[in-house]
C-alpha cells in the first residue's frame, strides 16, 4: 500500500489568488494522479503527473489554470491559478499501487474560494 | 467518452435492511473497481472484478460484473451503521486513452439505526 501526506487539508481563499496543493508518498511511484470533486459530486480526474515530463490534462483542464510540477518520483505539487468561487472544491492527489492497480488517495485539499 | 452512470443517487435504509448500488458504463469494461468514502474521508479502495460474470464477496458485501462487462453491482446484507458512505464505482476502458479509471457519481448510503 501507500501512503500519501497532502497537504493543506483545507484552505479558505480570496478570489483571484493561486493555492498550491502537495501531496507526497511514502514510495517510488511512476504516475500520480489529481483529482477535483464538487461537493456532492463524483472524482474528476484533472491531470496525470508523470516524473520528468509535462503533465497530462484530460478535457476541460489547462495547465494555465492548474499547473502541475513533479520534481522527483515521490512528490508533486497543484496549484489552482487565478482562483474564483467556482472552484471550490475537494482536491485530491492519488497513485496506482498493488497488483489491481487500484487507486490510493490523499486525504484532500478542501478548497473555499470567496 | 467513456460514461460510467450510477444509481441511485441516494438511498436511506434502516439498520438490518439491505442496500444494492448499480453502475452502467457506456462502453465495455476492462475492469471495474469499488470504492467507499466515509463523510469527510477520501475515497477507498473495496474490490475490482475483471471475469464476465464475476462475482466477488467480503463478509456481506457482494460484488458482481455483468457478462457483457458494461455494468456492476454492489449488495449490502444487512446494513449497519458502519456501512454509512458513498460508494463508488470506477470503470477502467478497454485500452488507449481509454484506460484510465472513469468514476460514477456515486451512492451515498444513510443507515438508520
Known amino acids: 500500500s501507500a501512503v500519501i501526506s497532502q497537504k493543506p487539508s483545507r484552505d479558505i481563499c480570496q478570489r483571484g489568488t493561486s493555492l498550491t496543493i502537495q501531496c507526497q508518498v511514502d514510495?517510488?511511484?511512476?504516475?500520480m494522479f489529481w483529482y477535483r470533486q464538487q461537493p456532492g459530486q463524483s472524482l474528476t480526474l484533472i491531470a496525470t503527473?508523470?516524473?520528468?515530463?509535462?503533465?497530462?490534462?484530460e478535457s476541460g483542464f489547462v495547465i494555465d489554470k492548474f499547473p502541475i510540477s513533479r520534481p522527483n518520483l515521490t512528490f508533486s505539487t497543484l496549484t489552482v491559478s487565478n482562483m474564483s468561487p467556482e472552484d471550490s472544491s475537494i482536491y485530491l492527489c492519488?497513485?496506482?499501487?498493488?497488483?489491481?492497480?487500484?487507486?490510493?488517495f490523499g486525504s484532500g485539499t478542501q478548497l473555499s474560494v470567496l | 467518452g467513456q460514461q460510467v452512470m450510477q444509481i441511485p443517487q441516494y438511498q436511506h435504509v434502516q439498520e438490518g435492511e439491505d442496500f444494492t448500488t448499480y453502475c452502467n458504463s457506456s462502453?465495455?469494461?476492462?475492469?471495474i473497481q469499488w470504492y467507499k468514502q466515509r463523510p469527510g474521508g477520501h475515497p477507498v479502495f473495496l474490490i475490482q472484478?475483471?471475469?464476465?460474470?464475476e462475482v466477488k464477496k467480503q463478509k456481506r458485501l457482494t460484488f458482481q460484473f455483468g457478462e457483457a462487462k458494461k455494468n456492476s453491482s454492489l449488495h449490502i446484507t444487512a446494513t449497519q451503521t458502519t456501512d454509512v458512505g458513498t460508494y463508488f464505482c470506477?470503470?477502467?476502458?478497454?485500452?488507449?486513452?481509454?484506460?484510465?479509471?472513469?468514476f460514477g457519481k456515486g451512492t451515498l448510503l444513510t443507515v438508520n439505526p
Open positions: 492519488s497513485v496506482e499501487g498493488g497488483t489491481n492497480e487500484k487507486l490510493f
Open positions: 514510495s517510488q511511484v511512476t504516475m
Open positions: 503527473a508523470n516524473q520528468g515530463s509535462e503533465a497530462t490534462y
Open positions: 462502453t465495455t469494461l476492462s475492469n
Open positions: 472484478l475483471v471475469k464476465s460474470g
Open positions: 470506477a470503470g477502467r476502458g478497454s485500452g488507449g486513452s481509454n484506460y484510465k479509471l472513469t
